[in-house]
T-cell receptor, first 113, second 116 residues
């Protein structure tokens, strides 16, 4: 069975400092992994996805994530936080080829001025 | 880029009534659409997979008679919450994928349902 665990429910950073949102996954085979962002009362926007190509995946808005098989992790990072980055972030694992997605519990990112 | 439109964005209804939520793919044909439910401050839970021209596949624990899904065309899937109750109040989000194997998923902006 596939699952995904987001280790922090809330992360608070100051504007201009690095962001780290942690995600661990469990999968019986090579997974498809995604990070989505959700602003209040909005749908989801895809930040980036890993599909067994390069282990370091670059996404939109300066975000990137590194797939580490040995650690079963797919942490999301950004060198410098911006106020507009404040939102809910979901780490997601894709199930087989059906495009069914399993969502993590989410991490709320707060950015302090 | 590809857009998925959900309508309405929010709806308030009385207990016992039914509510229909539409999910449209605006510039691509979506053979498969997914319906999710999100409780406040919680993650998204997959409710069902909607395939054009066939019956929807429901996840375990989701009442198919309560949450009716129709995917009658390649650009439209509807979710009808029948005989709504306050516990059905939630944020419902749809997503759609295109016809090819590598087609990406696109999400709608969600529908906030409040049942009074």
């Amino acid at each position: 069975a596939q699952s995904v665990t987001q280790l922090d429910s809330h992360v608070s950073v100051s504007e201009g400092t690095p962001v780290l949102l942690r995600c661990n996954y469990s999968s019986s085979y090579s997974p498809s992994l995604f990070w989505y962002v959700q602003h209040p009362n909005k749908g989801l926007q895809l930040l980036l996805k890993y599909t067994s190509a390069a282990t370091l995946v670059k996404g939109i808005n300066g975000f990137e994530a590194e797939f580490k098989k040995s650690e079963t992790s797919f942490h999301l990072t950004k060198p410098s936080a911006h106020m507009s980055d404040a939102a809910e972030y979901f780490c997601v694992v894709g199930m087989d080829s059906s495009y069914k997605l399993i969502f993590g519990s989410g991490t709320r990112l707060l950015v302090r001025p | 880029g590809a857009v998925v439109s959900q309508h309405p964005s929010w709806v308030i209804c009385k207990s016992g009534t039914s509510v229909k939520i539409e999910c449209r793919s605006l510039d691509f044909q979506a053979t498969t659409m997914f319906w999710y439910r999100q409780f406040p401050k919680q993650s998204l839970m997959l409710m069902a997979t909607s395939n054009e021209g066939s019956k929807a596949t429901y996840e375990q624990g989701v009442e198919k008679d309560k949450f009716l899904i129709n995917h009658a065309s390649l650009t439209l899937s509807t979710l009808t919450v029948t005989s709504a109750h306050p516990e059905d109040s939630s944020f419902y989000i749809c997503s759609a994928r295109g016809p090819s194997y590598n087609s990406p998923l696109h999400f709608g902006n969600g529908t906030r349902l409040t049942v009074t």
